[in-house]
Nanobody, 123 residues
Framework: QVQLTESGGGLVQAGGSLRLSCAAS????????MGWFRQAPGKEREFVAA????????YYADSVKGRFTISRDNAKNTVYLQMNSLEPEDTAVYSC????????????????WGQGTQVTVSS
């Protein structure tokens, strides 16, 4: 069992930055691939980024590539999402997720989810 808790969301102006954190419980964290997804009001959940258990493999949605960076610290049981050059279109609830296997871009492939953290980007 893995429990995930996100933090770091907030209100930021367009062009600004935020760093989201996702703290995981459980000694098996380092064996899990991790993902970040987001959901804006009235929209479907969408893939943002994912990272392999070792951190060697990272994957991004085209809409965030070059602006967002996913990373992890297995010693701290934490995965991060550094978000730069934020745009109003990035406004959403961001959730982290975990799966025992390779990183995937589909939310249904993940086994564990956090509650989410709100990110609001003002124009």
């Amino acid at each position: 069992q893995v429990q995930l808790t996100e933090s770091g969301g907030g209100l930021v102006q367009a062009g600004g930055s935020l760093r989201l954190s996702c703290a995981a419980s459980g000694r098996t964290f380092r064996t899990y691939a991790m993902g970040w997804f987001r959901q804006a009001p009235g929209k479907e959940r969408e893939f943002v980024a994912a990272i392999s258990w070792s951190g060697a493999g990272t994957y991004y949605a085209d809409s965030v590539k070059g602006r967002f960076t996913i990373s992890r610290d297995n010693a701290k049981n934490t995965v991060y999402l550094q978000m730069n050059s934020l745009e109003p279109e990035d406004t959403a609830v961001y959730s982290c997720s975990a799966r025992n296997g390779s990183p995937q871009r589909t939310g249904d492939e993940y086994d564990y989810w956090g509650q989410g953290t709100q990110v609001t980007v003002s124009s």
